[in-house]
């Protein structure tokens, strides 16, 4: 299973951007997708995340400026976002749990860069 990220870059403060993450390989079905990100010196955190029957959370500083989605037939999850903010910028890093059995195993993203700067 492989997961690859796409569509970050650099934006100005307010903007937009819309990352996709695309799963391949032997999946049957997956269950909870998300987006996490890593800036500078902190540790990795989650964003958002929607399970596999659109139930969604976000981080606090992000709730109503980003959205998550997934199409499952495409196995494709989404972040849009906008407002965008200087302190955004980190390293975007899609994340996928796929039933192994009775449990599920993760996977991540290659991760992409998120600049937000004038």
């Known amino acids: 299973v492989q997961l690859q990220a796409s569509g970050g870059g650099l934006v100005q403060p307010g903007g937009s951007l819309r990352l996709s993450c695309a799963a391949s390989g032997s999946i049957f079905n997956i269950g909870a997708m998300g987006w996490y990100r890593q800036a500078p010196g902190k540790q990795r955190e989650l964003v958002a995340r929607v399970t596999s029957v659109g139930i969604t959370n976000y981080v606090d500083s992000v709730k109503g400026r980003f959205t998550i989605s997934r199409d499952n037939a495409k196995n494709t999850v989404y972040l849009q976002m906008n407002s965008l903010k200087p302190e955004d910028t980190a390293v975007y890093y899609c994340?996928?749990?796929?039933?192994?059995?009775?449990?599920?195993?993760?996977?991540w993203g290659q991760g992409t860069l998120v600049t937000v700067s004038s």
């Open positions: 994340n996928a749990a796929i039933p192994a059995g009775w449990a599920y195993n993760d996977y």
